[in-house]
């Protein structure tokens, strides 16, 4: 499928395709974008496809050109839904491997052996002859390794995941041709950039400036019609929404009502010392995307369980494992919950919190049975101190 002279759409389409990665809904099935870039001199291709489709793959790059002819094959990151055909390809072309510096040790973790690959970044280009190809290190997007390539000439931008979706239309993979695939978009982006936003706005700073006609991504339709469009709403989602005031959210796990109770009471700590705080039982609170918005609004997440047969209640632990898609590493965690002769469930939150690379300035608290009042008051305290942190969290 030609998108321009001499740059052509050789990927591979899989409609039936209805969770991707075990983690996401793909309601629409996928595309796995690859391109191949003939220059009057050189010719490269950007991205191979998931290994199960090589075959297909092959096929549609030899429609065009025989595979040995390949100099460069470019890895913008090295997912498997993009690299897994490399050890296939390679089989049948001497063409250089080109990657980021970030990739190195990726990719011969994924061949087992050294390629001697090309290390690109930011400033680094390669010329087909009458086509150059810049690369642009874009990192955590969503890999470490991720990076764009620009072909200059041509003005496309291929920036690997960033600004997909999982989405296929069987009669074409231009957006101009497509049906709506807003939803898909959307989805795409809050599940595998969010956590990822600073480095979305960095990269896109990077692009900004450049005469981009084309958006080529990895998956999904290929962004010809207003690409910009696109970019300015990652740009918006990415960008953090402004408060004017600091937030934690307390979740608790409480079928005889004492954590229930502590919850309460730090609550309180927190409100009387300028925290505006939500507070959530979970015994009736799913964990959907809206709780998510507020948690990843919250300066603090304070979670609370009494202990059931040496563990944390199941909910906490469906909340605690429901974060990946959002940024964790400045918020504040705590612990706490009350107990009848072991207790384990606050210390197993607290290093949960701690696992997640959250900051956790107050050791867990415990009661037994039902709090006292000076349970409840060192609730009331430890709420009041965490609020001094929270105010002064960045
Ligand atoms: C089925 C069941 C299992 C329990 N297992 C433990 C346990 O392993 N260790 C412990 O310290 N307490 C255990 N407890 C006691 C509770 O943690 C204790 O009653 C606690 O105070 C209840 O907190 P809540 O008032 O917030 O519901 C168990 C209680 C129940 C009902």
């Not at 595979?67 to 490399?86: M, Q, R, T, V, W």
């Not at 291929?158 to 009669?171: A, I, K, S, V």
């Not at 910009?228 to 990415?238: G, M, Q, V």
Request: charged share 25%; net charge negative; glycine share 6%.
């Amino acid at each position: 499928m030609k998108i321009k002279e001499g740059v052509y759409w050789v990927g591979v389409k899989d409609p039936k395709l209805r969770i991707f990665d075990v983690i996401m809904q793909a309601e629409a099935g996928t595309t796995y974008n690859s391109y191949l870039i003939l220059g009057n001199e050189k010719v490269a291709l950007v991205d191979t496809v998931k290994a199960s489709f090589r075959d297909e793959f092959f096929k549609k790059i030899e429609e065009i050109i025989p595979i040995e002819k390949i100099d460069y094959i470019i890895l913008n990151h090295l997912e498997p839904d993009h690299s897994g055909a490399l050890p296939y390809i390679l089989e049948k072309t001497k063409a250089r491997v080109v990657i980021s510096k970030n990739a190195q040790v990726i990719l011969k973790e994924l061949l087992h052996r050294d390629i001697n690959p090309m290390l690109v970044g930011d400033g680094n280009s390669i010329s087909l002859g009458d086509k150059t190809l810049e690369f642009i290190q874009a990192p955590f997007l969503h890999w470490p390794d991720t990076m764009f390539t620009y072909l200059v000439e041509d003005s496309i931008l291929f920036p690997c995941d960033f600004l997909g979706c999982h989405y296929c239309d069987e009669n074409s993979i231009f957006n101009d041709e497509t049906l709506d695939f807003s939803f898909s978009f959307k989805h795409y982006f809050f599940t595998i950039m969010r956590p990822f936003k600073e480095y979305s706005l960095q990269a896109i700073k990077k692009i900004e400036n450049k005469k981009i006609e084309i958006v080529a991504p990895s998956h999904g339709p290929i962004l010809r019609n207003d690409p910009w469009k696109y970019i300015n709403l990652y740009r918006e989602w990415s960008t953090p929404k402004k408060k004017d005031y600091k937030k934690a959210v307390i979740f608790y796990a409480s079928p005889y009502g004492g954590t229930a109770a502590m919850a309460q009471n730090i609550a309180k700590g927190l409100m009387d010392n300028g925290i505006v705080t939500e507070i959530f039982d979970l015994s009736g609170t799913g964990i959907d995307e809206t709780i998510i918005d507020i948690i990843e609004e919250s300066d603090a997440l304070i979670v609370g369980s009494s202990t059931i047969n040496g563990d944390a209640i199941k909910p906490v632990w469906i909340l605690l494992a429901s974060l990946a898609t959002i940024s964790l590493r400045n918020k504040i965690g705590f612990a706490f919950g009350t107990y009848a002769w072991s207790g384990e469930a606050a210390k197993m939150i607290e290093n949960r919190m701690k696992d997640l690379k959250m900051k956790v300035p107050e050791p867990f608290l415990r009661a037994q049975m039902v709090p006292t009042e000076e349970d409840l008051q060192k609730s009331y305290e430890v709420g009041k101190r965490l609020a001094e942190v929270i105010k002064s969290s960045s």
